[in-house]
Structures are given as C-alpha cells and as structure tokens.
C-alpha cells in the first residue's frame, strides 16, 4: 500500500489549517513540551506569525531517564487543543501508548509515533484503525525498510493517511550532534513511497546552532516540511533547552526555507 507502484502521485493529506505533501510546504514547530497553557498560546502565536499552521507539543514525553518530566497528561493535551483552536492551527502531539490511543485522538488533528516508537506494533496497529493523519518518525537505529514497513503496519489497517519523518539517526560520530541527519533518506523514501516526507532538524541536531543549518539541508534535498522546537527560554525549558530555537530564530529560519523551497 505504502509502495510508490501502487500509488505513483505524491499522497496529499489535508487537515483543517494545512495542506501536506506534493509541492506544499509545511512547518510544524512549537514547544517539546506543554507546559503551561499560557506558554503554549504564546508559542503557538510566534509560530504562526513565521508560517507554521501546525502546532507541536509533548504531554506524554519519552524521556530517556524515568526521572525526567514525563509530560502533563491529558492537562497538557487540553491546554494544547485551547491553543490550537484559538490560533486557527492544527494540533500534533505525540502518542507513547495504545492505551491512551482514544484519549490523545480525542484532542489532535494529527498524532505523532516518536523514534522510539517506530517499530511499536500494537501502536501502529491501532493507529492504522484510526482515520486521522500520523506522523511516523524513523527510529533512531533504524534502516529505510525498517520505516517503510512500519508504515505499512499503519496502512494495513486502512489509515493511509500517513508522513514519514527523518530526525537523524546514530552513527558512529554523535558526540557533536545529537543524532546525523539522514539527508539522502529523504529523496530515496520519496522515490519509494507516496507518502509526504518531513524532516525534524532539532532532534537531528540536538543544539540550537545547527538547526538551521540541518534545516536547509533537508529542504534542499526536497524535505516537504520541517518539524522545529522553538522555546522563548530554551535555558528553562522542561525539555530539551539545548536544541531549541527561539522564536524570532525560528522565524528567520523559515524566511531561508521557504527561499531554498522556491527554488527546488
Ligand atoms: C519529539 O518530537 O518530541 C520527540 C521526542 O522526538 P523523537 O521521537 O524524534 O526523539
């Protein structure tokens, strides 16, 4: 199902505030997390006024040490369909487990399968019941079959409203970055499959600084959007400070994508 043979134009998904796939660009970017309802309205207005017409945020965070903020729960997912709603945007949040599957669809537009999550496949299962749009990320170790079975995992179910997202993977040299961005990954998915094709530079890059930088790259090798991490105090941030932009960096990123996007 997920095979460019079967499907040979570019999947468009529309959502209530975005078009995706094809020529049409997307950003989606705000905060890693919900932390306030307050942050995530401010968030959400910045990035909308750089373009963005999706709105991210974590209340369910897979955090590497158990000790870590875990998210805000469903006060998170509340406070993140307020914001949306009030902004005219769309919502997309990150689902951890099948037992929160009705309570997360119950709040977003569009859900999110995070890398550690990739090959979860009571997840994808249950996401493929569903008739909403999934944004699929590459596992961190994982091959491009490794994805596009994945996918497929969702499209079997008969949800075929899927993207697929490039956050970088390891290698044997990741002491600078968090993850290596896999630029050629996403020219060779888009051959393989229908499915629009999103890159995620802030987890790729896991600092600020080499953001942008990683962002153009993908745009340049034809990424149809771009997931971004923005924060107005990235030093205080709940999670993952170190890789996100401010909103005014944010914007200026946009302006340059939105240049390389012209003209590719
Ligand atoms: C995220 O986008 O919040 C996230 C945890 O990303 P990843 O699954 O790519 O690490």
């Known amino acids: 199902v997920s095979s460019r043979d079967f ?14 796939g094809g020529n049409h660009f997307i950003f989606m970017a705000g905060p890693d997390s919900i932390e306030s309802a307050e942050h995530v309205l401010e968030m959400g207005r910045q990035v909308k006024a750089a373009g963005a017409t999706i709105l991210r945020g974590g ?14 729960g469903e006060v998170g997912l509340k406070a993140h369909r307020a914001a949306a709603d009030e902004l005219g945007m769309d ?7 099948t037992r929160d599957v009705d309570l997360v669809d119950s709040y977003t537009d569009i859900f999110q399968v995070g890398t550690r999550n990739m090959q979860n496949f009571a997840l994808l299962k249950a996401l493929g019941q569903k008739r909403k749009p999934v944004v699929l990320k590459r596992g961190m170790s994982a091959t491009i079959d490794d994805l596009l079975n994945a996918a497929e995992y969702i499209a079997a179910g008969g ?21 290596t961005i896999d630029v050629s990954a996403i020219p060779v998915l888009q051959s393989l499959t229908h499915y629009p094709v999103i890159a995620d530079a802030s987890h790729a890059a896991g600092v600020a600084k080499f953001v942008t930088p990683l962002a153009l790259a993908a745009t340049a090798a034809g990424s149809q959007g771009l997931m971004t991490e923005i924060h107005d105090d990235p030093e205080h941030a709940f999670v993952d400070g170190a890789q996100a932009l401010t909103p005014e ?9 939105r240049k390389i996007h012209d003209i590719v």
């Open 7 to 20: 499907h040979p134009n570019d999947s468009i998904i529309k959502t209530n505030h975005s078009i995706i």
């Open 59 to 72: 209340a369910f965070k897979p955090r590497t040490s158990p000790y870590s903020f875990q998210g805000n």
């Open 91 to 97: 919502m997309i949040t990150e689902i951890l487990d």
């Open 159 to 179: 949800n075929t409203q899927i993207m697929l997202m490039e956050r970088g993977i390891r290698t044997y040299d990741n002491k600078y970055t968090r993850n």
């Open 249 to 257: 960096a944010f914007s200026q990123l946009a302006d340059k994508v």
